[in-house]
T-cell receptor, first 114, second 113 residues
Framework: EAQVTQNPRYLITVTGKKLTVTCSQN?????MSWYRQDPGLGLRQIYY???????DKGDVPEGYKVSRKEKRNFPLILESPSPNQTSLYFC?????????????FGQGTRLTVV | GESVGLHLPTLSVQEGDNSIINCAYS??????FIWYKQESGKGPQFIID?????DKRQGQRVTVLLNKTVKHLSLQIAATQPGDSAVYFC????????????FGKGTKLSVKP
């Protein structure tokens, strides 16, 4: 089954404790990206990657890092989480980097930073 | 379609009626637009897309209309069903930004049985 898998689905952590949210897709998509979703603000892009070893900042990259060492995986790293990073995070993948012919989204990761 | 403050615009329709969800996009250079549906507790799901060289595209029970003059996008859902209840987002993609996708803030559709 074609899917984007995020882990964990729920995470509560403390300020400053490094964490990684994993994202994996099984569709051989070149394009992957991370979004955060906050009430009243919709989805905002954090980082995206057009292919292996190619990443770029989205609209709200501060406080986040990503890596794309393999095509299928695109982890999101919070080196020193802060409470303003409490949010719902989605990973997405697509076949084309321009046009988003059909993006597949993961189920989301709800992160709480206390 | 666009929200103000923390409150999502809400559209409430009777089952069987047609729904129209509107969205104003921001960049006149945007050349590709997508509508997504997000059900509670789930990630967004692709519904339909349209390129800027078109003004209308139809899918199964859904139609997207694009008015580039006023930078307006709409999603029409025919014979709305309870399963259509969700938050609907429009998204725009503009050339040169290598895949950056900008989402609107969403509209919540509630279908009354």
């Amino acid at each position: 089954e074609a899917q984007v898998t995020q882990n964990p689905r729920y995470l509560i952590t403390v300020t400053g404790k490094k964490l990684t949210v994993t994202c994996s897709q099984n569709m051989n998509h070149e394009y992957m990206s991370w979004y955060r979703q906050d009430p009243g603000l919709g989805l905002r892009q954090i980082y995206y990657s057009m292919n292996v070893e190619v990443t770029d900042k989205g609209d709200v990259p501060e406080g986040y890092k990503v890596s794309r060492k393999e095509k299928r995986n695109f982890p999101l790293i919070l080196e020193s989480p802060s409470p303003n990073q409490t949010s719902l995070y989605f990973c997405a993948s697509s076949l084309k980097y321009r046009g988003w012919t059909e993006a597949f989204f993961g189920q989301g990761t709800r992160l709480t930073v206390v | 379609g666009e929200s103000v403050g923390l409150h999502l615009p809400t559209l409430s329709v009777q089952e069987g009626d047609n729904s129209i969800i509107n969205c104003a996009y921001s960049n006149s250079a945007s050349d590709y637009f997508i509508w997504y549906k997000q059900e509670s507790g789930k990630g967004p799901q692709f519904i339909i897309d349209i390129r800027s060289n078109m003004d209308k595209r139809q899918g199964q029970r859904v139609t997207v209309l694009l008015n580039k003059t006023v930078k307006h996008l709409s999603l029409q859902i025919a014979a709305t069903q309870p399963g259509d209840s969700a938050v609907y987002f429009c998204a725009e993609n503009y050339g040169g930004s290598q895949g950056n996708l900008i989402f609107g803030k969403g509209t919540k559709l509630s279908v009354k049985p």
